[in-house]
T-cell receptor, first 110, second 112 residues
Framework: QKEVEQNSGPLSVPEGAIASLNCTYS??????FFWYRQYSGKSPELIMF????GDKEDGRFTAQLNKASQYVSLLIRDSQPSDSATYLC??????????FGAGTRLTVKP | GAGVSQSPSNKVTEKGKDVELRCDPI?????LYWYRQSLGQGLEFLIY????????KSGLPSDRFSAERTGGSVSTLTIQRTQQEDSAVYLC??????????FGDGTRLSIL
């Protein structure tokens, strides 16, 4: 079983819709959860992190964490074509041992 | 600059040659990671350095791959006797107890 699992996609949503990206993890002791965005040909950039159960909102982005279900998600409201990228979920057991999922490719169609 | 710096940005070499890739982490970051990413694929963990501890080499794909980190700062990833399947983007990231991983721009390695 992979430590961090994501649906590889591609996930396609129309412009203005909500994109929902999901991630599950196997290590119940995981403490910190991150979402990175990677545009084609570029390196990953951190867009959200969450440590506690519940929701965390930052602009159009909302991260949701459910430790009991070992599930973390990223919602993107009012999706824009510029949001088209691969989104990587990352999980740490402590702050310096981060493991990545394979990523979900998102396409937002105008 | 203040970010993770990798060099060279591009490297083209012939099969069988050795290559060295360099990573200069963010100042003060104690952890340093190397990843490999083939076209259209996810991140493949290679090696992880944390302070003065022994590195986690569990991701190195073969004994042709090695890495060192001098003085707890700059790291060099060495690939000996390169093969065509080594062609990929090699990404370096650094982090600290107070900062998650930040990535460099990567080195695009092409083996002819």
């Amino acid at each position: 079983q992979k430590e961090v699992e994501q649906n590889s996609g591609p996930l396609s949503v129309p412009e203005g819709a909500i994109a929902s990206l999901n991630c599950t993890y196997s290590d119940r002791g995981s403490q910190s959860f991150f979402w990175y965005r990677q545009y084609s040909g570029k390196s990953p950039e951190l867009i959200m992190f969450i440590y506690s159960n519940g929701d965390k909102e930052d602009g159009r982005f909302t991260a949701q964490l459910n430790k009991a279900s070992q599930y973390v998600s990223l919602l993107i409201r009012d999706s824009q074509p510029s949001d088209s990228a691969t989104y990587l979920c990352a999980v740490t057991h402590n702050n310096n041992d981060m493991r990545f999922g394979a990523g979900t490719r998102l396409t937002v169609k105008p | 600059g203040a970010g993770v710096s990798q060099s060279p940005s591009n490297k083209v070499t012939e099969k069988g040659k050795d290559v060295e890739l360099r990573c200069d982490p963010i100042s003060g970051h104690t952890a340093l990671y190397w990843y490999r990413q083939s076209l259209g694929q996810g991140l493949e963990f290679l090696i992880y350095f944390q302070g003065n501890s022994a590195p986690d080499k569990s991701g190195l794909p073969s004994d042709r791959f090695s890495a060192e980190r001098t003085g707890g700062s700059v790291s060099t990833l060495t690939i000996q006797r390169t093969q065509q399947e080594d062609s990929a983007v090699y990404l370096c990231a650094s982090s600290s107890a107070f900062s998650p991983q930040h990535f460099g721009d990567g080195t695009r390695l092409s083996i002819l």
